[in-house]
């Protein structure tokens, strides 16, 4: 089962397939995705850039391409939860997708804002993603009844929210928030390139004033440590909603097995040998994506 590679299953890259593939997955329960496709190409022009009052996105660790992969994470999760258990009414699994597109929307700068760059937000972007939701609801058709659970849900990614004292009405909606929560950390830790993505986080958080990294190498090292309280999180704060993955992919690949966990145990592995060969830079272990090792050199000449 190890052999199993989760990004050999779709290419989410290529959005018009990812696209499709989350709406297969919530057509097989609900019916109504006309908004949500909308707001899948609303949110892609902010992030491009061809948003009306907004900056093009910035920040290359919290992208579009993010976005895409913690909303496909997030309807993985409703997949699996709605074969093992019961189907979430289709209100609820309608804010999850919603809540998924929208909740890094946070980094994106307004027109008049040209100091740094979105990675500024980053202590705040959570907050910034529900206002930008509460200021643009109606332009992307939602109706304002869901804001309040689209809001809890977004407000789930955020690693300093107490989860648990989110002020979700029902055990279901509490649910769909421990779904976003473990969706957000799911697809961004589960790439294949997230090891080489790192060195963009590391810039996000020098320039956002985080505290504990002084060099690229921290956050390297440092991400093991945040693997631990990754899985704590997951299993005691966010109810251990990702053992649902393994019915997701039992059901449509035949493989019960949950595939995204496997692919972030395989990362992690590989941090650990990186940190134990001390016998060449770390960053000629960084093999996968060559594009973002050349982007990063350019990123470290405007940082010096």
Not at 52 to 63: F, R
Not at 116 to 144: D, P
Not at 245 to 268: D, G, Q, T, W
Request: hydrophobic share 35%; charged share 25%; with cysteine.
């Amino acid at each position: 089962m190890e052999k199993v590679q989760l990004s050999k299953l779709l290419d989410t890259h290529n959005h018009n397939k990812t696209l499709d593939e989350i709406k297969s997955l919530y057509g097989n329960y609900y019916s109504e995705f006309e908004t949500i496709e909308n707001l899948f190409f609303n949110v892609k022009d902010l992030f491009d850039g061809n948003f009306p009052g907004y900056q093009k996105c910035n920040t290359q660790y919290h992208d579009f391409q993010h976005t895409v992969d913690a909303t496909l994470a997030a309807m993985r999760l409703l997949d699996g939860y709605n074969i093992k258990c019961k189907i979430v009414p289709e209100d609820i699994g309608y804010c999850l997708v919603i809540a998924a597109l929208l909740h890094d929307t946070g980094y994106i700068q307004e027109d008049w804002d040209n100091e740094g760059t979105g990675a500024k937000y980053t202590a705040v972007h959570v907050g910034r993603s529900v206002e930008f939701l509460r200021k643009h609801y109606k332009k992307f058709q939602i109706a304002e009844k869901y804001i309040p659970i689209i809001s809890l849900c977004i407000q789930s990614t955020g690693l300093s929210t107490n989860f648990k004292e989110l002020a979700f009405i029902s055990k279901e909606h509490r649910i769909a928030g421990a779904m976003m929560g473990t969706a957000d950390l799911l697809g961004q830790m589960s790439d294949r390139e997230y090891l080489e993505k790192l060195l963009f986080l590391y810039y996000e958080f020098k320039e956002a004033g985080i505290p504990g990294y002084s060099t690229e190498y921290d956050i390297i090292w440092k991400t093991i440590d945040f693997y631990v309280m990754t899985v704590k999180r997951m299993k005691r704060d966010y109810l251990n909603v990702q053992r649902y993955c393994i019915y997701h992919f039992e059901k449509r690949y035949a493989i019960p097995s949950n595939l995204y966990m496997v692919a972030i145990n395989r990362n992690i592995r590989y941090i650990k040998k990186i940190i134990a060969d001390e016998s060449t830079n770390f960053r000629h272990k960084l093999k996968r994506g060559d594009q973002y090792q050349l982007q990063m050199l350019s990123q470290q000449s405007l940082h010096h």
